[in-house]
């Protein structure tokens, strides 16, 4: 029992601990009950805190702060209609050739499969093959029903589309507007003393920074290129495959080994096993791999490293208690853990030195 008092005296008796963690604890408990109905006023803070480094790029320039946030928010309206009126319909469009082929695809994957009890007797049935792909185009069949029909949800949906279109542009113009005399009235409900936080917070802003920008350049490129790459190869679907693909960078290591199976099987039921379907599984798989050491390299030269069996732990427990956003930001907030243990321990050493110190000159 000593042994758990002594340890709760010298880590949790700080005031500064006690006020980063009540700080931890109620941006946590609004995330987890309010995140939903908050989510608008969210989605405008990670945006306009994405868009405030390239406000700072450009004032360093010695733009005007004002024609800055006007500049960055032009060019950020500009690149929301390009995704509503150029890319949604194209995707929307492949996405529902997709579904309007699948039950050929199952019956050409069924064919194959079926030929496997004739090569390995003893291990496949065809029973088996013809139950389990029966399951299949049952499931896929309804899924796709459910995507393309038009029901009650997807109409509540598109409301809640709607409301992000025009509420979180505005929330973003008006973060980013008035961003100092919202954190000064912010602060006013924060403790006076709060230097742990602070110091946390600076280490967690420089590399969260880095890393969402860092990110968002990752899609982006590993995106273009996928898609030049497949529609050179005459891949179908290239677009919609190549926007997964670099949507799949946002989970390291997962991400990109689960798109290696939707981009083979595209090219097998397109050319069959030949040289077409080599060249398009090579092409990906030289992508994935240039981006795993060089792009990746290039572009987080600056952020912290994280060991890949910490990155995959975040995956799955921030996934597990957020969803697709606790994937999403898995690395920053295991980033910010690996911050408040490193302040935590950090200033527990210095106090334990200031004590030792005064309690040899007391004892001197």
């Known amino acids: 029992m000593n042994v758990i008092t002594d340890w709760f005296r010298r880590h949790l008796s700080d005031p500064q601990v006690v006020v980063l963690a009540a700080l931890l604890v109620i941006g946590s408990l609004v995330i987890i009950f309010l995140g939903h109905m908050l989510a608008p006023l969210i989605a405008g803070v990670v945006i306009a805190y994405l868009l405030q480094g390239v406000i700072n790029v450009l004032k360093k320039w010695r733009i005007p702060h004002f024609m800055a946030i006007l500049l960055v928010f032009v060019g950020f309206m500009a690149f929301v209609l390009f ?43 065809e029973d088996r093959i013809t139950a389990v792909t029966d399951v299949l185009r049952a499931e896929l069949t309804k899924k796709a029903q459910q995507i393309l029909s038009l029901s009650v949800a ?10 992000y279109i025009f509420l979180v542009p505005l929330l973003v113009f008006f973060f980013l507007k008035d961003k100092d005399r919202l954190l000064r009235w912010i602060s006013g409900f924060l403790p006076k003393d709060r230097s742990l936080a602070t110091q946390v917070w600076k280490e967690v802003d420089q590399q969260i920074g880095n890393y969402i920008r860092g990110k968002f350049w990752e899609i982006l490129i590993v995106w273009t290129v996928s898609y030049l790459t497949f529609t ?9 495959i190549s926007f997964f693909v670099g949507l799949s960078v946002v989970i390291p290591y997962i991400g990109a080994t689960v798109m290696t199976l939707p981009v083979a ?3 097998y039921f397109q050319w069959g096993m030949g040289s077409d379907f080599a060249y398009v599984v090579g092409a990906y798989l030289i992508i ?10 290039l572009l987080f030269s600056e952020v912290v490293n994280i060991h890949p069996v910490a990155i ?4 799955l427990f921030f996934g597990g208690m957020f969803g697709f956003w606790g994937v999403f930001f898995a690395i920053p907030l295991a ?30």
């Open 335 to 364: 980033t910010l853990v690996q911050a408040i243990i490193k302040a935590w321990f950090s200033r527990n050493l210095s106090t334990g030195d200031i004590e030792g110190e005064t309690n040899a000159t007391l004892a001197g």
């Open 265 to 267: 099987l595209i090219a």
């Open 154 to 163: 997807s109409v509540r949906a598109l409301i809640w589309v709607l409301v």
């Open 288 to 297: 994935q791999l240039l981006d795993g050491n060089v792009l990746v390299t």
């Open 312 to 315: 995959i732990a975040a995956i």
């Open 83 to 125: 995704l509503l009126v150029g890319l949604l319909p194209l995707l929307w469009e492949q996405l529902r050739q997709l579904f309007q082929q699948l039950p050929e695809m199952i019956s050409w994957g069924q064919e194959e499969l079926l030929r496997l009890p004739d090569r390995y007797p003893d291990l496949v049935s």
């Open 232 to 240: 050179f190869l005459g891949l179908q679907f290239s677009m919609l």
